[in-house]
């Protein structure tokens, strides 16, 4: 079992609507992070959480430390929303390499 | 610069080959990672340095793959006797503080090995 499981793996939704990824993990971590990579480009950071919730415009992120468990939303999805958004976490400590989610490759349809 | 600056960003070699890539981090930075994706699937974890601790190499495949970090700032990432499976993308990011710091990803530098 990977320690950064996202869902769904794939997603994809028509223009407008709400949609959530969800990232859940099974080691202590000392932040989360979502991470967006549109087709053929670099990736770029959205949000970096070690608690609560943050919002960036149309982005919203939660962390639920207690269960382990982030999601990430997206209200009135656009086209250009189209991407892979990759959950990683911060291990901290002495060793502080993230661990990646497989990605949530997300189709918004106009 | 303001970002991560990778270079080259596409490189073809042959099989057997050495190759470098290197990693310019935004100044300032104490840490700085180096990762790979591979056609399909997701990051995964080279190494790591964080200021002048001794950096986690953890995540080199083999021991072909090493990796310096010249006064706390620009890395090369080295690739002796390149294999076809090592063409990936290869990616470099920073950030200020060890772990709980915004990453910041240079574009990569894509690797071809034919």
């Known amino acids: 079992k990977n320690e950064v499981e996202q869902s769904p793996q794939n997603l994809t939704a028509q223009e407008g609507e709400f949609i959530t990824i969800n990232c859940s993990y099974s080691?202590?971590?000392?932040?989360l992070h979502w991470l967006q990579q549109h087709p053929g480009g670099g990736i770029v950071s959205l949000f970096m959480?070690?608690?609560g919730k943050k919002k960036h415009g149309r982005l919203i992120a939660t962390i639920n430390i207690q269960e382990k468990h982030s999601s990430l939303h997206i209200t009135a999805s656009h086209p250009r929303d189209s991407a892979v958004y990759i959950c990683?976490?911060?291990?901290?400590?002495?060793?502080?390499?993230?661990?990646f989610g497989t990605g949530t490759l997300l189709a918004v349809q106009p | 610069g303001a970002g991560v600056s990778q270079s080259p960003s596409n490189k073809v070699t042959e099989k057997g080959k050495d190759v470098e890539l290197r990693c310019d981090p935004i100044?300032?930075?104490?840490?700085l990672y180096w990762y790979r994706q591979s056609l399909g699937q997701g990051l995964e974890f080279l190494i790591y340095?964080?200021?002048?601790?001794?950096?986690?190499k953890s995540g080199l495949p083999s021991d072909r793959f090493s990796a310096e970090r010249t006064g706390g700032s620009v890395s090369t990432l080295t690739i002796q006797r390149t294999q076809q499976e090592d063409s990936a993308v290869y990616l470099c990011?920073?950030?200020?503080?060890?772990?709980?710091?915004?990453?910041?990803f240079g574009e990569g530098s894509r690797l071809t090995v034919l």
């Open positions: 080691v202590g971590i000392s932040a």
């Open positions: 100044s300032g930075h104490t840490a």
């Open positions: 959480l070690s608690s």
């Open positions: 990011a920073s950030s200020f503080n060890r772990g709980t710091g915004e990453l910041f």
């Open positions: 990683a976490v911060s291990r901290g400590g002495a060793t502080n390499k993230l661990i």
């Open positions: 340095f964080q200021g002048n601790s001794a950096p986690d």
